[in-house]
């Protein structure tokens, strides 16, 4: 029998992941080597978007819905639609995580390092996502 991650776990989770992507995110702002400064965007970024997704799992799993039943982002997002009432800010929730869907952005970021917008929308998600578990 495997194990059975709780909501507080998730919850908890979803705070780590972002406290790490505040981490790197400072080490980026500090660094001086451009390529350095990439490196560190995408371990933020990524750490960004595990903290998004674990919050909003977070919300599902409260509400009963069952998480295995997701095997994509597309299927979350559609959740998350489906479930907008279970969220405080679902309009601006809904509205980045499309953009980051829809325009790939977590791969431009997470794995390519690009800068500008998509980071900035990555680190929204997560913020928005951070203001939903607490």
Sequence with gaps: ????????QMS???????????QAEKLM???????????YRKVSAQNYFYSAMEAM???LHK???DLYTINSH???LNLV???????K???????????????DYRRKVAYKGENGNKFVIVKELAELCQHEIN
């Design 12 to 22: 908890q989770a979803s705070k780590r992941y972002f406290q790490l992507a505040q």
């Design 1 to 8: 029998m495997g194990l059975m991650i709780t909501g507080e």
């Design 89 to 103: 800010d679902p309009v601006n929730l809904i509205l980045k995580f499309e953009i980051m869907i829809n325009y």
């Design 57 to 59: 799992e977070w919300k």
């Design 63 to 65: 509400a009963g819905i």
């Design 81 to 87: 639609k489906k479930n907008n009432s279970l969220f």
């Design 29 to 39: 702002d500090l660094e001086k080597d451009p390529g350095k400064q990439k490196e």
């Design 74 to 76: 597309k299927e979350r």
